[in-house]
């Protein structure tokens, strides 16, 4: 307890909870506390890493170049097709532009870029300059919409607005200017939107593959190797397959009050997870393909007869090792929680950027007495509550990465940059093979604290 005293500033405190110790009462999405050097992005960030993977539009930053900078391939997020998302784009703001303005400068950009690069969207994004000097952006926008007869899209996303929630927001009303504009004539009753996933390292075809095994249609994947034409059509499939606790689930909310869509919200991540999700959808189309539910009983079977034997062998050198989460949903959380305990591993410590009272509420129902529940952390936080319970593996994202290699700690990416896919089936095998590989490599025993604890126990 005197890492926790040591580490959780006072006016933190209401951000972290012990399972088990009094009821839950966290406080959540609050602004991050100055001087902490918050683990969590601000909104313009939160907009960026929800529009950026749709792969054939256009995406300026309007604002000093850092911003483009500080999010340029923020996700390892692949195309099958276009990579104009993998360009970075800024008008490059200067002081004489926050002087007099940056409006002509910004349609000057357009002008140009649209010319050059011939996209089927564009998406402006506003920082927290532009906020304050208050430059036009839904006007530059459509006159330039107008000019070059493709939707140029502003999101509002000021950085000093709030959290990263706040940016999913301003994303997902960005895109919904986009949606109910293209044709629907020709998409299958059985059919279904991918929302809030990211196609990191290509997750979501995995996803779709299994969809098609299972005689599901997808319209638009949003926004992971996404197309603008889909996201104009999406609002013509039966059902929103939402991923991720806050990314896109505006967007679905919109579209179901809208257009009537309904939404389901679902997990690739972890066996139980995968599976509930594609019997989730079968359940929703049985009655108009009655054959659904068999063929998607058969696709779980065949996956597991193969995962399973080698989750086992994993498991043997695994079994009772700690293990600290810190992620950007919760979602990820609840998924890992449970992948974990397939490894029999301990989950220690829980956290994440963007959660909910209900997140960690349901947190604290699924895990065991004494576990670190943390909303928003910090690296001090962090590296105190590692220290406290002994972690032996951490599974965070590119900003913890630091934070794990210096407590000596083995390190799980499972955010924006990794390079191998997590999702599905085959992802919870590479999953267990990173972790294995992590935790039982012989280097972690020459970290000064384990050869201190190794002395201790001597």
């Not at 044709?183 to 929302?195: E, H």
């Not at 009272?357 to 910090?378: C, F």
């Amino acid at each position: 307890m005197k890492c926790e005293t040591a580490a959780v500033l006072e006016e933190r405190k209401g951000q972290v909870h012990r399972t088990g110790q009094g009821p839950i009462e966290m406080a959540c999405n609050r602004d991050s506390l100055a001087g902490a050097v918050s683990q969590r992005a601000c909104v313009f960030c939160g907009s960026r890493v929800v529009l950026y993977p749709i792969a054939d539009a256009l995406h300026l930053v309007h604002g000093p170049i850092g911003c483009a900078v500080y999010t340029w391939d923020i996700r390892g997020s692949l195309s099958s097709g276009p990579e104009l998302h993998r360009l970075s784009f800024s008008t490059d703001l200067q002081e004489k532009d926050v002087i007099f303005g940056g409006e002509k400068k910004l349609e000057a950009a357009l002008d140009e870029l649209i010319d050059r690069h011939d996209p089927k969207a564009v998406f402006v994004y506003s920082t927290c300059i532009v906020g304050i000097i208050g430059d036009d952006l839904e006007a530059v926008c459509r006159t330039m919409s107008e000019k070059k007869g493709i939707p140029v899209l502003p999101v509002q996303s000021e950085g000093f607005k709030g959290s990263k929630r706040e940016g999913y927001n301003a994303a997902c009303k960005a895109m919904f200017r986009l949606v109910g504009t293209g044709d629907t004539s020709d998409i299958s009753p059985v059919s279904v939107n991918i929302l809030g996933d990211f196609n990191l390292a290509g997750e979501i075809w995995i996803i779709r593959e299994y969809l098609e095994r299972m005689g599901v249609e997808v319209v638009a994947n949003i926004s992971g190797d996404g197309r603008v034409a889909d996201v104009r059509r999406c609002h013509g499939a039966a059902l929103n397959v939402v991923q991720c606790s806050g990314a896109t689930l505006d967007l679905a909310k919109m579209m179901e009050e809208k257009y009537g869509v309904p939404y389901i919200r679902v997990s690739y991540l972890g066996i139980e997870d995968m599976a509930d999700s594609l019997y989730y959808i079968a359940d929703h189309f049985k009655d108009i393909d009655p054959e659904i539910t068999t063929k998607t009983s058969n696709l779980v079977r065949d996956e597991l007869e193969v995962l399973m034997p080698e989750l086992a062998r994993f498991r043997k050198d695994l079994e009772g090792k700690k293990v600290a989460i810190y992620v950007g949903g919760a979602f990820k959380a609840f998924s890992l929680i449970k992948a974990f305990r397939h490894l029999g591993m301990q989950v220690v410590m829980v956290g994440s950027q963007t959660g909910t009272e209900e997140d960690y509420r349901e947190l604290e129902e699924i895990t065991d007495p004494g576990t670190i529940i943390v909303d928003d952390s910090n690296p001090l936080e962090l590296s105190a509550f590692i220290k406290e319970k002994d972690v032996d593996v951490f599974v965070g994202g590119v900003k913890e990465r630091p934070i794990a290699f210096k407590m000596g700690v083995g390190f799980c990416d499972h955010n924006h940059e990794r390079k191998e896919a997590l999702e599905g089936f085959v992802g919870m095998f590479n999953f267990a093979r990173e972790i294995h590989t992590s935790a039982i490599s012989p280097v972690w025993k020459f970290v000064p604290r384990r050869e201190q604890k190794e002395a201790e126990h001597e």
